[in-house]
């Protein structure tokens, strides 16, 4: 079995050794250097340990406990392993939603803590990891201990976001949230500028649980649509997730080259921009916030040479910083379908938890692109020119290529990480960002 990342980026993977993680057992006595792996559903290499063994964590995925805290909160004790959509299967019929998740239900418990991954709903409710009460983390030397927010704090400050560096998490004890049903009310709004695309978004996080933009980031003035959404209240009763996610479809094959250029970008985009779009909307849960997870392995779409996702994050106060890197996009023609744009900014109790933590006050822009050599990798370098002059950094999750000076920049506790690191653990990413 071969395994790769989401970016299916073909010079990743080379011979990794693979090790199916047996719940009972101590970590393996491996020669070289191991790396949990959850269910890559990192885009770049973070996930990968070329010439190392890889601990596959998806066979243990055990529910342990769970327990209502009070009406609106519950812990759920769980393996690493089990997958988010595997929680909202048995929890959302029963009321019970993720306090924050990602754009794809398919990733680990653990994955979400080692990537302290993201939602639409940070100006609100922080990162994953701000959800998270404990867990234990297995370490090569066969230590094991539980780290929480106030036991063994700074081994729990840098796993959260630790990139699976720091040790193996066997189980974790996280946050459920109540949810009054499976709907969302969900609001869209055409803007053209980002200047009205600030303004509809500070009005929107005012207001909104979840606010999140896709951009047209080929258009010569960034336009996009706006989309605010808000649990609708109900008797605490939901709709099976499976049923609602029946019809997912799968990319038939893969082309030996990727369809996507900027002619079709283009008009893709141009379409999907005047389509027929209600203001206000009632929309199942799992499509507002998965619309991706409809099309099962659409990465494959990009073809054989894979794709690259380029997402950054500039402080607060810099934000002419995208206005230029969509500028540079939509001159170079090369851009993507999936361009997202969203605040980041939670508030005091949900400061970043982990050292290595992606999200900070201020805008984040995320864009996938085909792998067209020397052209992307111009691109980038203007784009990662940009994000450095921002203060801003780019998110090791979605990441296969930034330079080395760039992560030390944007990660300033980064040296202070590097003490946890177990000695028996790295990957693709590590080596090319540190040694
Ligand atoms: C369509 C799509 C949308 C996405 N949207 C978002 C988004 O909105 N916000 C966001 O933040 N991210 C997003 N992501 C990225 C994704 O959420 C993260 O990359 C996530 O960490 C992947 O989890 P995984 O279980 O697949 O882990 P993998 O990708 O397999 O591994 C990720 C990291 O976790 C470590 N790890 C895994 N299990 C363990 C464990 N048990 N113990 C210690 N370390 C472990 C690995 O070593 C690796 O460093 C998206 C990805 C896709 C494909």
Known sequence: MALNSWGLRPNAPAAQEIVRRDRQAELPQVEGTLLPFGNGRSYGDSCLNSGGTLLLTRGCDRFIDFAPIDETRARLVCDAGVLLAEIIELF?????????????????????????????????????????????????????????????????????????LTGLITWAEIELRRVGSDALDVSNTRFEGLDE?????????????????????????????????????????????????????????????????????????????????????????????????????????????????????????????????????????????????????????????GLLSFPLAGATLALDFPDRDEETEALFARLDAIVAAAGGRLYPAKDARMPRSLFRAGYAKVEEFARFVDPKFSSNFWRRVID
Not at 274 to 290: D, E, K, M, T, V
Request: charged share 15%.
């Open 92 to 164: 959302l019929p029963r009321g019970w939603f993720l306090p924050v998740t990602p754009g794809t239900r398919f990733v680990t418990v653990g994955g979400a803590i080692a990537n302290d991954v993201h939602g639409k709903n940070h100006h609100r409710a922080g990162s994953f990891g701000n959800h998270v009460r404990r867990f234990e983390l297995l370490r090569s030397d066969g230590s094991r201990r539980i780290c929480s927010a106030t036991e063994n704090a700074n081994w729990f400050a840098a796993t959260v976001g630790g990139l699976g």
């Open 197 to 353: 695309f600030w303004a509809i978004n500070a009005a929107a996080e005012a207001q909104h649980e979840y606010a999140v933009a896709w951009i047209d980031c080929l258009a010569r003035r960034p336009r996009g649509i706006f989309m605010a959404g808000d649990h609708v209240g109900g008797d605490g009763t939901a709709e099976p997730a499976a049923s609602q996610a029946r019809r997912a479809l799968k990319a038939p094959f893969t082309p030996p080259f990727s369809p996507l250029n900027a002619l079709t970008l283009r008009a893709f985009n141009t379409a999907y921009y005047h389509r027929p779009l209600p203001a206000r909307a009632r929309s199942p849960l799992l499509p507002y916030f998965y619309p991706l997870d409809g099309i099962l392995e659409w990465n494959r779409l990009y073809g054989r040479r894979g794709f690259y996702q380029y997402q950054c994050v500039v402080p607060k106060g810099a934000e002419a910083a995208i206005d230029e890197m969509l500028a540079a996009i939509s001159t170079s023609g090369q851009g993507s379908l999936l361009a997202v744009l969203k605040t980041f900014g939670a508030p005091e109790a949900h400061t970043p938890p």
